[in-house]
């Protein structure tokens, strides 16, 4: 992967985003006084004990110790690692994630770097194939045949692999480190019981006699590969292999360029492979995407859902593209908070998208996308084919399958509609069904988090204090106090307050990113929800009194250390001073002052 992500980023990113917004668009949040309020996505509950602080840009839950920053929830919530939590939010705050130069990151960075232009390279290679190759005829034929035209081919980067072992190799590979990066960017393939010693005849390329489709990410670079078969062959389709660019469950096929017709049109389609995103765009039906060799996944529909409320699903009407829009719909329920939509397309038997648009045309397409089935209908409909609802056995049992998909739907009015259509199917009321299981299906239960037990030290105390009101360092009345300081975690706070003056509008969030690296990270955010119970009025009084405390206990050690050692040997002149300066008490006066 890429390099370090600059810290100076990472706090202008969390000054710009609002963890109200980013935990608001994935669990729904009530106001509530100075702060917002929601049934804690981390443990069963039925009355609302997790809080979301929109001035410490923090949040808390009371019932289970859950609590972080917005980087902290969505590592939490949605499971991603920090570098896709930034990424993420990164992304809805409009801004690009730079990677550090220099350092240790610099060699990970280059590699990656040097990976992408690589496989930028090959795509280049792959283009020009098709327009000069011999063999391209065959392949431009195929792609005529299917109703693309040269202009929509240039627009997706199609290309074309020569049918040969060593095409691609030959002309990137001319050295063993390009070699080795062909190979981690798995456009070439090692011979089985072969060193990397052997050069270019142990090495053949992935891509063979095939029409390839560049696989862009997010972002818009390319990083993998598809290919199509057009004559005889198998297999139909090959994909690039996982590899530190390309990531399958977190890639959509075409959907940095469908980006703007998914906004406009307010919904996007998924389809099952680039052939149809490309055939569809040919006919004007811009806002398709295509699920990479892989099932729907969670990273795609927050993807999709971010960019419009409404996803349809267009799936090929048999049994496997019913069992596979039926996993699509687990994955996607506890993603439909209210105003979000799902649509299930189903085409008619040994058709796909890509025969259909150019059998009846894009409007037709479009039309059919209108058409599509809902999610409750979808579901619904799934379930009453299963069982026989003339008999109660038969009602009990579309009971016990549908309440735990109903279940995993976030609270809102489409979860009660889905309830209250289950009651009028199963004649039950809503009382009768009992409540509907929460969330304890899904697999976000997390252990719990123990609070900090008892009383803090006066330094934890200040810590608390300060990460929790980062306004308190302008109120410091002495601050020769603090360079005075000495124990154990002074460091992290004169880091702090430093943090804190060089950015006045600095928040809790904000500090806590600084030092999520530091090992005292988990620590922190605990002081951060911690319940000091300190009136605001007297904070400012109650934070000086704190710092003068520390001093003062601090002086109290280091004195009784000095004595200790004056029994013994002769202090040397410095420490002589120094005692005979904390046997005058420096610090006593400052705590009566
Ligand atoms: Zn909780």
């Not at 939490?76 to 993420?88: K, M, P």
């Not at 590979?173 to 960017?185: N, P």
């Not at 569809?280 to 729907?296: D, K, P």
């Not at 309830?419 to 304890?440: I, T």
Request: glycine residues 8%; aromatic residues 6%; negative net charge.
């Amino acid at each position: 992967m890429a390099g370090k992500i600059p810290s100076s980023f990472i706090d202008s990113l969390m000054a710009r985003i609002d963890i109200v917004d980013v935990i608001d668009n994935r669990v729904p949040l009530t106001r509530k006084g100075r702060e917002f309020q929601a049934c804690c996505p981390f443990h069963e509950e039925k009355t609302p004990s997790f809080t979301v602080s929109p001035a410490k840009q923090f949040y808390h839950c009371f019932g289970c110790g859950a609590h972080g920053t917005a980087i902290g929830f969505l590592m939490e919530y949605a499971n991603l690692g920090f570098v896709e939590a930034i990424e993420e939010l990164a992304e809805t705050a409009g801004m690009e994630v730079p990677r550090e130069q220099g350092g240790g990151g610099q060699k990970k960075d280059e590699s990656a770097g040097q990976l992408l232009g690589l496989v930028d390279q090959a795509s280049n290679w792959f283009q020009q194939q098709l327009r000069s190759h011999p063999d391209a005829r065959k392949a431009i034929a195929y792609l005529k045949g299917r109703g693309l035209d040269g202009r929509i081919c240039a627009h997706f980067g199609v290309g074309f692999a020569p049918d040969s072992w060593d095409g691609l190799l030959n002309e990137l590979g001319d050295s063993e480190i390009r070699r080795d990066q062909l190979l981690k960017a798995g456009l070439v393939i090692r011979k089985d019981n072969s060193d990397s010693k052997s050069g270019n005849r142990d090495m053949y390329d992935r891509f063979r006699g095939r029409v390839i489709f560049p696989i862009e990410d997010h972002r818009g670079r390319v990083v993998a590969f598809g290919g199509r078969v057009f004559g005889e062959g198998e297999p139909k389709y090959l994909n690039s292999p996982e590899t530190a660019l390309f990531h399958k469950g977190a890639e959509l096929y075409g959907l940095h360029r469908a980006r703007r017709a998914i906004g406009s049109e307010n919904r996007s389609v998924v389809v099952e492979g680039y052939m149809d995103v490309v055939s569809l765009a040919q006919f004007g039906v811009e806002n398709s995407v295509a699920t990479l060799g892989t099932a729907t996944t969670r990273t795609h529909l927050q993807r999709l859902f971010r960019l419009a409320p409404e996803i349809v699903f267009c799936f090929d009407g048999d049994r496997a593209g019913r069992d596979a829009a039926w996993k699509a719909m687990q994955v996607a329920l506890p993603e439909m908070q209210d105003g979000r939509q799902l649509g299930f397309l189903f085409l008619p038997d040994g058709e796909d998208p890509d025969s259909i648009v150019r059998n009846e045309g894009g409007d037709a397409f479009k039309a059919r996308v209108n058409d599509a089935m809902s999610l409750d209908q979808f579901m619904f409909d799934t379930l009453l084919a299963q069982v026989d609802m003339t008999r109660m056995d038969g009602k009990a049992r579309l009971m016990s399958m549908a309440q735990p998909l109903v279940g995993q739907l976030p609270e809102g009015t489409l979860r009660e509609m889905m309830r209250s259509k289950l009651s009028s199917l199963s004649g039950l009321s809503a009382e009768q069904m009992g409540s509907v299981p929460g969330k304890q299906s899904a697999p976000r239960l997390r252990r719990r988090t123990q609070p900090l037990e008892g009383a803090l030290s006066p330094l934890a105390l200040a810590i608390a204090m300060l990460l929790q009101n980062p306004s308190l360092a302008q109120t410091i009345e002495r601050p020769e106090m603090v360079e005075q300081l000495t124990l154990k975690g002074a460091d992290h706070f004169r880091s702090m307050l430093s943090q804190i003056s060089a950015s006045p509008d600095m928040n809790t969030a904000r500090l806590l990113e600084y030092f999520r690296e530091s090992g005292v990270h988990e620590y922190l955010q605990k002081l951060a929800s911690y319940e000091t119970s300190i009136d605001e009025e007297v904070l400012e009084r109650h934070f000086n009194d704190t710092l003068a405390t520390i001093v003062s206990q601090q002086d109290e050690q280091r004195r009784l250390a000095l004595l200790e050692k004056s029994r013994e040997q002769e202090l040397e002149g410095a420490e002589k001073e120094e005692l005979l300066e904390l046997l005058k008490g420096r610090s006593q006066t400052m705590v009566e002052s």
